[in-house]
């Protein structure tokens, strides 16, 4: 969001209410102020209130295939990450899928490689 956002918006004649949507598209804390202009009949006012936006929930699924395997098998690792409602939108960035918590396989005696797929 800039540092600053001006909006022009006429006050409702039976309530003196003024209304905006705004969509916030980082997490952090921002200040929102309203001016009144004043009129005729009023003076000029102003007011402000602090808005916090937060980062979205987000529950990750993983998926491997084949499974079962065999030892000599590729396994492909697949990861979703999906938000939470209310939150909404695609995850970005990067998700990290280790091997799992083993030592690594040892090279075959008589030669050979041997690794993680």
Do not use: E, K
Not at 34 to 42: L, R, V
Not at 74 to 82: E, L
Not at 89 to 108: C, K, S
């Amino acid at each position: 969001m800039p540092d600053r956002l001006v909006v022009r918006t006429a006050l409702d004649r039976l309530d003196a209410l003024a209304t905006i949507s705004h969509t916030y598209t980082s997490a952090a804390g921002f200040t929102v102020t309203a001016t009144y202009d004043g009129g005729p009949s009023f003076l000029s006012s102003s007011g402000t209130d602090a808005q916090t936006v937060h980062r979205a929930a987000t529950t990750t699924a993983v998926v491997s295939s084949p499974n079962p395997s065999l030892v000599s098998d590729p396994v492909t690792v697949t990861t979703t990450v999906s938000p939470v409602a209310p939150g909404a939108g695609t995850p970005t960035g990067l998700t990290a899928d280790p091997p799992p918590r083993r030592a690594p396989p040892r090279p075959p005696r008589g030669g050979g490689t041997s690794g993680w797929r």
